[in-house]
């Protein structure tokens, strides 16, 4: 038997990179999968044709994770659809690479709001449906930034740091409902990594140790992980940060 058969999987941020791969990754071991996507309608198809090609059911949407309404719905759809929810992964993020004293308020409003408020909110809209089947599976998604110093992403890792924190407490906060609420740090070769890699290259004078594509692991490298994090295995771990590199 498959390791995720007959559970329902909703995954974030779904249309490439890491996403993507975690999607498929479920598919092939047994889940159904939602894959939600912010604006690249022609890229999520894509996903929805590979994992219905894996004999699975799927639904693609198009939802900001800001904007908790979209998210609700989204959860109601499925619910209704499937009658279900057993995993939720936190993957939908966004980058833009800005030295810290050039960020502005709106930039910064917006990494928190679709990286921290998207996992926040994500989140508690699968809480009721989770809690009524008797548990769940939540997997959020961090990076190394958000635990060492890194030039051009201050925004985007206090979000990161945030969601280690969230993590964490939501851990301890669900535990009595058998949720398992754990959070990868995984370096994996992206659209945003090669943007970052770019934007170290530009500078002047690059942080010693700065990071080249051949630090990154493809993204489907990360997938067993997140299976992992996914199945009955770990019914007993919660609460955890793994962090994957080379």
Known sequence: MARLDGKVAIITGASRG???AVALAFAAE?????????????ALAGVEKEIAALGRRVIASLADVSQRAEIDRLVGHIAEEWGRLDILANNAGIIRLTKLEDISEEQWDRTIAVHLKG?????????????SQGGGKIINVAAPSAMRGSSGVADYAAAKGGIIAFTRNAASEFSPYNFQVNCISPVAQT????????????????????????????????????VFFASRELDLITGQILALHR
């Open 18 to 20: 890491i996403g993507r």
């Open 30 to 42: 047994g889940a159904d999968i939602a894959i939600v996507g912010m604006t690249d309608e022609v």
């Open 119 to 131: 996992t926040f909110s994500c989140t508690q809209a699968v809480l009721a449906a989770m809690k």
């Open 191 to 226: 659209r945003m990594t090669d943007a970052l890699v770019a934007f170290r290259q530009q500078q002047s004078n690059p942080p010693s140790g700065s990071l080249t594509r051949g630090g990154f692991v493809e993204p489907e490298a990360t997938t067993p992980t997140f």
